[in-house]
């Protein structure tokens, strides 16, 4: 059974989305600011996380920061239609993110969306007979989802991942944006292409001196150049 943590200042909130999730088949702790959020991830382990971004202490944003390191995905609720709050959002880590007042049937949607990518990767990598993928100091192990620089992690959240899976795949295929979308958040996916904008500037911030790597191809989207 797949764990959520659900973290809202909203008690009212917070407890729909509990009820409905547990409707659901999901497993789920609740708490209502960013500090216990980080205390309580430690202790939960959860394999998502839904996050709110406006809170007391510590609101969503810095929360996501601190766990976008850790590969587990966060779906954030945010207060306003407002695009800088999305953008902040997946600069941040966020793997998706919804705008309040919401549908819960939709945010159970995305969720099972993230989940059903998550497990066929994982599937596919177990299938797949090569195990790791070398470019270089580049290492791609696609059964542990794990990629190093030089023997150093990365630690990318599960998009990135598949983002640099999907490259590496393809050495010097161009992809554009609508491509990307499809190819790894699904045709389910509700975002628009500024969303890959921010996951490959996070994704290349990661990289660090292999980020030129992932070139812009002007007018279409991005391609994997081996280092």
């Given at each position: 059974?797949?764990?959520?943590?659900?973290?809202d200042d909203d008690e009212l909130i917070a407890n729909l989305v509990e009820e409905?999730?547990?409707?659901?088949?999901?497993?789920?702790?609740?708490?209502?600011?960013?500090?216990?959020?980080?205390?309580?991830?430690?202790?939960?382990?959860?394999?998502?996380?839904?996050?709110?971004?406006?809170?007391?202490?510590?609101?969503?944003?810095?929360?996501?920061?601190?766990?976008?390191?850790?590969?587990?995905?966060?779906?954030?609720?945010?207060?306003?239609?407002?695009?800088?709050?999305?953008?902040?959002?997946?600069?941040?880590?966020?793997?998706?993110?919804?705008?309040?007042?919401?549908?819960?049937?939709?945010?159970?949607?995305?969720?099972?969306?993230?989940?059903?990518?998550?497990?066929?990767?994982?599937?596919?990598?177990?299938?797949?007979?090569?195990?790791?993928?070398?470019?270089?100091?580049?290492?791609?192990?696609?059964?542990?989802?794990?990629?190093?620089?030089?023997?150093?992690?990365?630690?990318?959240?599960?998009?990135e991942f598949e983002l640099m899976l999907l490259f590496s795949k393809n050495p010097?295929?161009?992809?554009?944006?609508?491509?990307?979308?499809?190819?790894?958040?699904?045709?389910?996916?509700?975002?628009?292409?500024?969303?890959?904008?921010?996951?490959?500037?996070?994704?290349?911030?990661?990289?660090?001196?292999?980020?030129?790597?992932?070139?812009?191809?002007?007018?279409?989207?991005?391609?994997?150049?081996?280092?």
């Open positions: 059974m797949k764990k959520i943590l659900i973290v409905n999730l547990k409707l659901e088949g999901f497993e789920t702790q609740v708490c209502h600011d960013g500090i216990a959020a980080l205390k309580m991830f430690e202790e939960y382990k959860p394999d998502l996380v839904v996050l709110d971004v406006m809170m007391p202490g510590l609101d969503g944003f810095h929360v996501c920061r601190k766990l976008q390191d850790t590969g587990v995905p966060i779906v954030m609720l945010t207060a306003k239609n407002d695009i800088s709050d999305k953008l902040i959002g997946l600069e941040a880590g966020a793997d998706d993110y919804i705008v309040k007042p919401f549908d819960s049937r939709e945010l159970v949607a995305r969720i099972r969306s993230i989940f059903r990518r998550i497990d066929k990767a994982n599937e596919k990598a177990l299938k797949q007979d090569e195990r790791l993928k070398l470019h270089k100091g580049l290492r791609i192990d696609k059964e542990s989802r794990m990629a190093y620089i030089n023997g150093r992690e990365l630690n990318l959240t599960p998009t010097g295929k161009a992809f554009s944006r609508e491509q990307l979308l499809d190819k790894v958040w699904g045709y389910e996916f509700l975002g628009d292409s500024r969303t890959v904008d921010i996951h490959i500037q996070r994704l290349r911030k990661k990289l660090g001196e292999y980020s030129s790597c992932i070139e812009t191809v002007f007018g279409i989207g991005y391609r994997y150049k081996e280092p």
